[in-house]
T-cell receptor, first 117, second 111 residues
Framework: DAGITQSPRHKVTETGTPVTLRCHQT?????MYWYRQDPGHGLRLIHY???????DKGEVSDGYSVSRSKTEDFLLTLESATSSQTSVYFC????????????????FGPGTRLTVL | GENVEQHPSTLSVQEGDSAVIKCTYS??????FPWYKQELGKRPQLIID???NVGEKKDQRIAVTLNKTAKHFSLHITETQPEDSAVYFC??????????WGAGTKLIIKP
């Protein structure tokens, strides 16, 4: 599983509250991604990172921010959660720091199920 | 913008028969095409991938074909088994190391 963990695995929160999801990897991968998955929409990219403090927006970034202060951690923050952000969130990685191999192949974490009431 | 279309959205086949899922991509510069399988409640997992310098790749009962001229690629599963039931996603490599994803195909294997 490429050494990827996500926390929490399940969360229920209320509209308007901030929420932070964590993705942690142990194998020094360079690229990290946050996706959301909703029925009928497949996987949609929220944000991604290509190194420490280097991040960029994906196709559905509104309402989300990210931070990567260490190679191993990529945090996704919902600044003020809304019901439309109820979803399953997957973190993914690709590539290994210092070795530009497999930059294309992505491996996924176990996912976080978020419910916003 | 970059786009990947995947068909069909649902596919039901008899156990033992073959299943084919097709994807079309828009960016002619795409050169990497993975397929993922996602079982209910689980994470997507890579099952096979192909790069643009080859036309076909096989791994036991699974094969992927690529037609760069027509910009489409297909997943073929032969001798389907109950454990093949899942949602399958195709993707194409876009710009900035991103993958552009299809919407998924739910494969149902009938006993």
């Amino acid at each position: 599983d490429a050494g990827i963990t996500q926390s929490p695995r399940h969360k229920v929160t209320e509209t308007g509250t901030p929420v932070t999801l964590r993705c942690h990897q142990t194998e020094n991968h360079r690229y990290m991604y946050w996706y959301r998955q909703d029925p009928g929409h497949g996987l949609r990219l929220i944000h991604y990172s290509y190194g420490v403090k280097d991040t960029d927006k994906g196709e559905v970034s509104d309402g989300y921010s990210v931070s990567r202060s260490k190679t191993e951690d990529f945090l996704l923050t919902l600044e003020s959660a809304t019901s439309s952000q109820t979803s399953v969130y997957f973190c993914a990685i690709s590539a290994i720091m210092g070795r530009e191999v497999s930059t294309d192949t992505q491996y996924f974490g176990p996912g976080t199920r978020l419910t916003v009431l | 913008g970059e786009n990947v279309e995947q068909h069909p959205s649902t596919l039901s086949v008899q156990e033992g028969d073959s299943a084919v899922i097709k994807c079309t991509y828009s960016d002619s510069a795409s050169n990497y095409f993975p397929w993922y399988k996602q079982e209910l409640g689980k994470r997507p997992q890579l099952i096979i991938d192909i790069r643009s310098n080859v036309g076909e790749k096989k791994d036991q009962r699974i094969a992927v074909t690529l037609n760069k001229t027509a910009k489409h690629f297909s997943l073929h599963i032969t001798e389907t088994q109950p454990e093949d039931s899942a949602v399958y996603f195709c993707a194409a490599r876009g710009s900035n190391y991103q993958l552009i994803w299809g919407a998924g195909t739910k494969l149902i294997i009938k006993p």
